[in-house]
T-cell receptor, first 115, second 113 residues
Framework: AQSVTQPDIHITVSEGASLELRCNYSYGATPYLFWYVQSPGQGLQLLLKYFSGDTLVQGIKGFEAEFKRSQSSFNLRKPSVHWSDAAEYFCAVVPLSGGSYIPTFGRGTSLIVHP | DSGVTQTPKHLITATGQRVTLRCSPRSGDLSVYWYQQSLDQGLQFLIQYYNGEERAKGNILERFSAQQFPDLHSELNLSSLELGDSALYFC????????????FGPGTRLTVL
């Protein structure tokens, strides 16, 4: 079955430390890949997306993600975390086949930032 | 601000009741998507409309229905409400029928008592 896995429910980092949030997917072919962020009381905001081409993609707020086909992964990274990055992060995939283009979201990773 | 508006922000109601959630997409966006977010199920796609027509259906219960009006705003109707329907309901919009970036509204928090 097609699935998206974010293995870490919570991650705690100190402000200024580096961050990596994991995302793995299980699909027949490489899907479109996305990372969204949800701040408390807010809707989801797109951080970055991968459709094709360069496997390292840059997003907003200093985030980047690397697509690794061999590992079916699309991990999100940031070299230095700010307190304002504390939020819920969602990985999402959209299959290229079927024509529906409906995203499947991971369960999310809650990022806690210590001062 | 994503440009997508949702009303009301909060809704508290009783079991067995019916409610209507409203969404106005970004100006010019023709596609509207509805999602349900709960602690146990995560973010689940419910239904998509494109320019007034239903385009895709996800895990939407038969007690739930939606429509998109000629002015492109959309409504999600939830009836015979159960305690388990308590959740955040998000609307998102995008410009095209096929996939591109979705812009999410702030959500409606529904509490069923």
């Amino acid at each position: 079955a097609q699935s998206v896995t974010q293995p870490d429910i919570h991650i705690t980092v100190s402000e200024g430390a580096s961050l990596e949030l994991r995302c793995n997917y299980s699909y027949g072919a490489t899907p479109y890949l996305f990372w969204y962020v949800q701040s408390p009381g807010q809707g989801l905001q797109l951080l970055l997306k991968y459709f094709s081409g360069d496997t390292l993609v840059q997003g907003i707020k200093g985030f980047e993600a690397e697509f690794k086909r061999s590992q079916s992964s699309f991990n999100l990274r940031k070299p230095s975390v700010h307190w304002s990055d504390a939020a819920e992060y969602f990985c999402a995939v959209v299959p290229l086949s079927g024509g529906s283009y409906i995203p499947t979201f991971g369960r999310g990773t809650s990022l806690i930032v210590h001062p | 601000d994503s440009g997508v508006t949702q009303t009301p922000k909060h809704l508290i109601t009783a079991t067995g009741q019916r409610v209507t959630l409203r969404c106005s997409p970004r100006s010019g966006d023709l596609s509207v998507y509805w999602y349900q977010q709960s602690l146990d199920q995560g973010l689940q796609f419910l239904i998509q409309y494109y320019n007034g027509e239903e385009r895709a259906k996800g895990n939407i219960l038969e007690r739930f229905s939606a429509q998109q009006f000629p002015d492109l705003h959309s409504e999600l109707n939830l009836s015979s409400l159960e305690l388990g329907d308590s959740a955040l309901y998000f609307c998102a919009s995008s410009a095209l029928q096929g996939y591109n970036e979705q812009f999410f509204g702030p959500g409606t928090r529904l509490t069923v008592l």
